[in-house]
């Protein structure tokens, strides 16, 4: 089996400007070089920004995603987005589940596994937020056997083993420090272990799993010590050019790549 490719996530939620985006990719490419063959990175910016970043990163090894998508079917939802909309716009991504989606959208797990597979029909590859909710902190190995079967229903083996998961504790969202390695460690794992029981070890071993909350450049090299964890994902971090490059230079070196 092919050795996973590493992955890096930036979430610019609701920041960036169209201006501000294509200032950061001209900055962005330049500061990453040629690490970006090597890494696969995803930017997810606001709907705003989605299709003049496209083409910016025409022929670029840097691909899009969006934040969310609408999975309903018809046009009648104004307000709204399609997947279908989402890919017309450039995109390769969709992220799905994010907590602050959850605790604006009362957002359930049957919720993020409709949009996924709404994002499967598009020919989009989502990128599936999960982890333990704060008040879970002490018993995350039971919080994720919980969710894991309601975001994966419907699954085949092949749409499984094309899935990223962002491994991201409720808890690390916005705090001065991440996760202990430990706890990434440990989260990152339960998963993988959760998907070989599931689909076995081949599909297992394709999907990537990484892990966002808080991430910088400074303790990037600690979060990555596991085989389990493939990557990281950036929010504040994400919206720097030279920081985000950083990461995902991290990324590289801790995955032997340079």
Known sequence: MAPRKPLALANWKMAMTISESLAFIGKFR?????????????????????????????????????????AARGIAHTGEISAS???????KWIMLGHWETRRLRGETDTDVNTKMHAGFQAGLRPILMMGEAAKERDRVAKALAMRLPDLFAGCGPEQAARLAICYEPEWTIGAEQPASSDAIAAGCAFIR?????????????????IYGGSVAPEHAERLLVSPDVDGLGAGRMGRDPIAFAK????????????
């Open 30 to 70: 330049i500061a990453v070089s040629n690490l970006a063959g090597s890494v696969n990175v995803v930017i997810c910016p606001p709907y705003t920004g989605l299709y003049a970043i496209s083409q910016e990163l025409t022929g670029a090894p840097v691909e899009l995603g969006a934040q969310n998508l609408y």
């Open 85 to 91: 909309l989402l890919a017309d716009a450039g995109c």
């Open 193 to 209: 272990r959760w998907i070989e029981q599931e689909y076995g070890a081949d599909v297992a071993g394709q999907v990537r799993i």
């Open 247 to 258: 990461i995902v230079r991290v990324i590289a070196t801790v995955k032997g790549l340079v």
